[in-house]
């Protein structure tokens, strides 16, 4: 098949949805990779680079459209493009279904398949293909690199010659894929970074990147993750108000403020108003990612900077993605490439588009002229919440004694059971008639090393369990000795043996002390 890939004719869009890499790669799956003349120039991509990575350069949009069997866009197909698109074809770009059903239903009469990255499944097999992860993930990254471009004080904390430089505060509001990007920018630049969501359990992730979790101390059962797609499910009016007094406390200390609360498909709900904005300092600055949808901030002006009575700065771009184009197509690229993958099964360059997929079925929009959204719900649910696990009952420090006593009493009744037991099998092989003594001698202190051997690993942690089965290993390897003393013997066979007995024994003990040695570094920081 002929992939296609014209120039973005959105105003302001700078990425492309092939790179020379991805190019590649197709084209290892039997597939051909055509591109517009300078549809990566923005992006950092010359006409050159694709030529060189085997791609037909191809000048106008014309006949690139004409030339091919799929198109990959970035943006949705603007007017001009729809009249290329011939039936047959297939479209791969975001799409936006739910607000663009007038386009849709044109392409669906046209007999255009359309395939929309934004509607991938949220499903573990489908992270590859996810590419709003990947552009949230890069828009996170770059609202933490606005902020501090307009932000007039360092991030960090400073104790110069010159005077202290108190550490910027900084709030993130929603910890999706973008809030935690920006969570981890923020705290690697040094800044005192605090996060809010809605979604508790996302508090262990949050503060495992070094920001502390803003708690709500409200009582509203969780919707299961599952029913919304993985994003966080709408509040109740009483919660809302609950998480704005919550701002309202935030709002005086934080120097730098960004929302990311948005859900594919919904406008943005409002969370910073414009008496928190009033209460901040002058020179804070809010990044607004959900301005493409209204904006999260009740200031916020599409596509704008604008500063506000009290000198606090509001970004509403929606282009943040685009400022980083270079990255940006690189990951988009791969999530386009995945795609293909999953339509080319057989890597023969022939196309299957298999309805029955879950991933193929869940982005598809259009196909052989029939609307087929919204799709059915994926066979494979995405990641719910999990169950809250009652918390385990504080013991009195009676009742702490009391358990470790009956423990003990157990622990000793299972030792003499062990002994009793070895002892009467000891006797028992004792009893035989005819036993030699000092079989005896030496059966009674294996028995001995046995007990005490599993004694000493029983009680072991688990995670040093082979470590220390690797240097028990070594030293039982003291059998080499045997074998040295018989090396020099005067039968060929003897000898065979014993220098393979050594070989064995010197691998048991070097590969014994180098398996502790590693395994034991794993618990040691560098």
């Known amino acids: 098949m002929k992939i296609g890939t014209p120039t973005e004719l959105f105003e302001g869009e700078a990425r492309v949805a092939l790179t020379p890499d991805s190019a590649k790669q197709l084209q290892k799956l039997g597939h051909d990779c055509l591109v517009q003349s300078g549809a990566g120039i ?36 603007e007017p001009a493009e729809v009249k290329m698109l011939s039936e047959g074809q297939t479209i791969i770009s975001f799409f936006w279904p739910a607000q663009n059903e007038a386009l849709m239903k044109e392409l669906a009469d046209k007999g255009v398949r359309t395939i929309a990255m934004d509607m991938v ?24 690199i606005e902020a501090g471009n307009n932000f007039g004080r360092f991030f960090t904390g400073q104790v110069t010659a010159a005077g202290k430089v108190p550490p910027a505060k900084v709030l993130v509001v929603g910890a999706g894929v973008a809030g935690l990007a920006a969570i981890g920018t923020s705290t690697s630049l040094g800044a005192i970074t605090y996060a809010f969501d809605v979604r508790p359990e996302v508090a262990e992730q949050i503060e495992s990147m070094g920001a502390e979790f803003v708690f709500l101390e409200f009582e509203e059962a969780a919707q299961d993750g599952a029913a919304t797609g993985g994003y966080a499910a709408p509040s109740s009016p009483e919660f809302r108000e609950a998480q704005l007094a919550k701002f309202r406390e935030l709002a005086p200390e934080m120097d730098i403020v960004i929302t990311t609360a948005l859900i594919p498909g919904r406008d943005a709900p409002v969370l910073w108003t414009k008496d928190m904005v009033e209460m901040q300092k002058p020179g804070s600055v809010i990044v607004d990612l959900a301005a493409e949808r209204g904006g999260n901030c009740e200031l916020t002006v599409k596509d704008e900077k604008i500063v506000s009575d009290n000198g606090v700065t509001v970004i509403g771009y929606t282009d943040l993605v685009s400022r980083m184009a270079t990255q940006s197509s690189t990951l988009y690229a791969t999530n386009i490439r995945h795609m293909l993958t999953d339509l080319t099964p057989e ?27 919204p799709p059915p719900p994926p066979k494979v649910a995405a990641i719910a919440a999990q169950p809250k696990k009652e918390a385990p009952k504080e013991l009195t420090p009676e009742e702490k004694r009391e358990a470790e006593v009956a423990a003990f009493k157990a622990q000793t009744k299972n030792q003499v059971a062990l002994l009793a037991i070895g002892a009467a099998l000891v006797l028992g092989v004792g009893l035989i008639p005819g036993m030699p003594a000092s079989f005896m001698q030496h059966f009674i202190v294996f028995v001995l090393s046995v007990f005490i051997g599993f004694q000493v690993i029983w009680n072991v ?34 000898t ?26 794993m618990f040691q920081k560098s």
């Open 461 to 494: 942690a688990h995670s040093l369990h082979t470590p220390l089965m690797a240097v028990t290993n070594a030293i039982s390897s003291i059998i080499i000795l045997g074998a040295l003393i018989q090396i020099g013997s005067s039968s060929l066979l003897i």
């Open 496 to 521: 065979l043996l014993a220098g393979l007995g050594i070989f064995m024994a010197s691998v048991n003990i070097f590969g014994g002390f180098l398996v502790t040695r590693r395994m034991l570094a």
């Open 42 to 77: 923005k992006a950092g991509f010359t006409d050159a680079a694709y030529e060189e990575a085997g791609v037909e350069v191809v000048k106008d949009a014309k006949a690139l459209y004409a030339g091919s069997e799929i198109i990959t866009k970035v943006r949705g197909p």
């Open 121 to 144: 499944p949220r499903i573990s097999r489908a992270q590859k293909m996810d590419a709003l992860s990947s552009m949230a993930n890069i828009g996170g990254y770059r609202a933490v």
């Open 347 to 373: 890597k023969d360059g022939v196309i299957d588009h298999n309805m029955e997929d879950d991933v193929i079925r869940g982005a598809t929009v259009t196909f052989d002229k029939e609307v087929t959204f």
